[in-house]
């Protein structure tokens, strides 16, 4: 069975630091990963979405890497902003079917103070 | 503008009731989820649909149905069997090429 851990649960951080968000899953054989964000109350955005073939994926100051032999991925954060405080999450699909499950890490919330 | 709608936001249950949540997409996707979200946790899978008219059960059904009647809407209903109801429930959907899942904004239910 698919397990996916985020660490830390709880990340703060000064305006204009970058940082590292870890997820790690302990089945190897993965289809794809996704990156979501969540702010309080509201549903989830997709942020980053990797397929099993590649190793990283970017998306303005976002970089998400993946390294299935090792079981783990990493969201990079640059320059953070106070608006990008929020909880991440990151989904892993291990089965290459249409509605193939994706299984949640309990995510990272991340404050960025001013 | 294109998306997954969930409604109502806010839903308050008295005991023993069965609520009905919405979902609808017109984005064309062909699967959709539902999941549920307890505090502090990451999410959990209650049941999917790949085609119209076809569904399966997830990791936590007990207490919950579903039904697949059109593509753009997969309604879950809570029934008064399940013991521990509130909770912030997310729908979902996918297609068939491009896995990336899509997410509407939840709906908060709580019993009272």
């Known amino acids: 069975k698919q397990e996916v851990t985020q660490i830390p649960a709880a990340l703060s951080v000064p305006e204009g630091e970058n940082l590292v968000l870890n997820c790690s899953f302990t089945d190897s054989a993965i289809y794809n990963l996704q990156w979501f964000r969540q702010d309080p109350g509201k549903g989830l955005t997709s942020l980053l979405l990797i397929q099993s073939s590649q190793r990283e994926q970017t998306s303005g100051r976002l970089n998400a890497s993946l390294d299935k032999s090792s079981g783990r991925s990493t969201l990079y954060i640059a320059a953070s902003q106070p608006g990008d405080s929020a909880t991440y999450l990151c989904?892993?699909?291990?089965?290459?079917?249409?509605?193939?499950?994706?299984?949640f890490g309990d995510g990272t919330t991340l404050t960025v103070k001013p | 503008d294109g998306g997954i709608t969930q409604s109502p936001k806010y839903l308050f249950r008295k005991e023993g009731q069965n609520v009905t949540l919405s979902c609808e997409q017109n984005l064309n996707h062909d699967a959709m989820y539902w999941y549920r979200q307890d505090p502090g946790q990451g999410l959990r899978l209650i049941y999917y649909s790949q085609i119209v008219n076809d569904f399966q059960k997830g990791d936590i059904a007990e207490g919950y149905s579903v039904s697949r009647e059109k593509k753009e809407s997969f309604p879950l209903t809570v029934t008064s069997a399940q013991k521990n109801p509130t909770a912030f429930y997310l729908c979902?959907?996918?297609?068939?090429?491009?896995?990336?899942?899509?997410f509407g904004q939840g709906t908060r239910l709580t019993v009272v």
């Open positions: 979902a959907s996918s297609t068939q090429s491009n896995t990336e899942a899509f």
């Open positions: 989904a892993v699909r291990t089965t290459n079917t249409n509605a193939g499950k994706s299984t």
